[in-house]
């Protein structure tokens, strides 16, 4: 097929001038994940009032949560994040260099990432989801992804996210 | 979120000046789909040497294949679609309104498209995949979108679709 120059508008695409610090790991981190074979969406909504900034999907139907924290504040506010823990079969925290990892909890994965790529430092340990629920989250991560790349490949198509 | 301009180049997306007949009816399908709250992709392959114009998965996991056919002679040449019912619950065509309908083999249903929107004519009967085969099949919708998605969030991500 051809290349073809296309211009458009998405509502909330961001470049890297204007992506936040934790947005900018998120993206190393997706990078990183496509070399174990996961493919990721971010700010996939597993239950009302939880998003999660990484989900990532495994070629055999595993699912990875990963967190983003660019710097101490960012992670002791977060209060949710054992919410995170009942929806995926691993749990990473993604940070950079600089953070004091001492101050993540047992029990979780680590990843250290930069804007443009990241390494797995410690695999997070395997609590392996029960069948109906990684069904219900391969089933949300494949229409998050899919109407997203619809409006992508459709600019004519408009959608609300709310799904 | 702010609304950003992004110029970028994606191979092999087309805009509707270079789409062909057949990719323009998909655009209606897909579009119409929604409605019924099936998501979609195009040109997803279910097997080697297989490529489905459509696979739309429904709210509960249904998949459906939906194949666009923009004249008699894009019907007449197909001699693959009898491979394509194996991998969905219900098979479709996609046609126009001046296209021959009483050329589509029973068994099957029938959906009249345009550019920008479509309407199921005929529902196609349900021949319900086994359970194994429809995870399989989720999967690869999933990883599908999900990569192509990815690359167009993260230009600077590049990917083979060799999936």
């Known amino acids: 097929m051809s290349t073809v120059y296309l211009l458009f508008?998405?509502?909330g695409?961001?470049?890297?001038l204007q992506m936040k610090p934790g947005q900018l790991l998120a993206?190393?981190?997706c990078r990183h994940l496509v070399s174990h074979d996961f493919v990721t969406v971010e700010e996939l909504t597993p239950a009302p009032g939880l998003r999660v900034d990484i989900m990532a999907l495994g070629p055999r139907g595993e699912v990875w949560i990963v967190e983003c924290k660019s710097?101490?504040?960012?992670?002791?506010?977060?209060?949710k994040w054992h919410n995170y823990l009942?929806?995926?079969d691993r749990y990473f925290w993604a940070v950079d260099e600089a953070f004091p990892t001492d101050l993540l909890p047992d029990g979780t994965g680590l990843i250290i990432?930069?804007?443009?790529?990241?390494?797995?430092?410690r695999m997070a340990p395997e609590t392996k989801l029960a069948g109906a629920r990684r069904k219900v989250m391969v089933q949300k991560f494949a229409r998050h992804a899919a109407l997203r790349w619809h409006a992508v490949r459709d600019p004519g198509f408009s959608v609300s996210w709310g799904l």
């Open 9 to 11: 508008t998405l509502e």
């Open 13 to 16: 695409m961001p470049d890297d």
């Open 27 to 29: 993206r190393g981190v």
């Open 71 to 79: 710097c101490r504040t960012d992670f002791t506010s977060d209060g």
């Open 86 to 88: 009942e929806w995926c």
């Open 113 to 121: 990432a930069d804007q443009y790529d990241a390494e797995i430092i």
